[in-house]
Structure formats: C-alpha cells, structure tokens
C-alpha cells in the first residue's frame, strides 16, 4: 500500500512558475514508477509526465514538454514536478500516482494516486 500526498499548488499568473511535490509513505517508494496527471473541469485527466523507479528515464506529453520537470528524490519518498511558463489551459487539479505495469501514459497503468492539488494559472 503506498499514500500519496501532493502539495504545492496554488494560484499564478501566466508565465510564472510552480513546483508540486508529491510525498509518499511506506518504505517501497523506489520500486514504484512514478507519473504526474491533470484533469480541468469538464474534460479527461491526461497524462503529465513520468519518471521512472531509478529516474533515468522520463516521459512528458507534448503539451508541457520544454516547459515542465519530473524528477524524484527516492531517499526521501517524494516526487517533483517543477512548471514553468505556465499557460491559462495548464489550470486543472494535478495528481501523483505510483505503478508497477511500466505503462506511463494512461491512468490504468497505476495502482495509487493522490488527491490532488489545484493549479490555478491567470491571463
């Protein structure tokens, strides 16, 4: 069983800035890849960017990539995603989620995810 917790969101204007942190529990967080969703209201959650267990490889969709950062830190069970140049469509409550399938870009590919926090970008 791994817990999820993401801080970090909040409320920036366009072209700002934003590092989420995403804070596992339990003593297996480096066997687990690790992925970063979104979901705006009235639409999908879609795929962020990934990393995987060791963090040697990372994956991003199209939208952020250039823009956004995954990254882990297994020593301390947590994961980051640092965005910048943010953009009014990047608002939406942004999730972590932990798997094993080594499927990285659909939601069925991991077991645990987090609550989410709320990234507001303004014009």
């Known amino acids: 069983q791994v817990q999820l917790v993401e801080s970090g969101g909040g409320l920036v204007q366009a072209g700002g800035s934003l590092t989420l942190s995403c804070a596992a529990s339990?003593?297996?967080?480096?066997?687990?890849?690790m992925g970063w969703f979104r979901q705006a209201p009235g639409k999908e959650r879609e795929f962020v960017a990934a990393i995987t267990r060791s963090g040697g490889t990372t994956y991003y969709a199209n939208s952020v990539k250039g823009r956004f950062t995954i990254s882990r830190d297994n020593a301390k069970n947590t994961v980051y995603l640092q965005m910048n140049s943010l953009k009014p469509e990047d608002t939406a409550v942004y999730s972590c989620?932990?798997?094993?399938?080594?499927?990285?870009?659909?939601?069925?590919?991991?077991?645990?995810w987090g609550q989410g926090t709320q990234v507001t970008v303004s014009s």
């Open positions: 989620a932990a798997g094993r399938t080594g499927i990285f870009y659909y939601p069925g590919g991991y077991s645990y």
């Open positions: 339990g003593r297996t967080f480096s066997t687990y890849d």
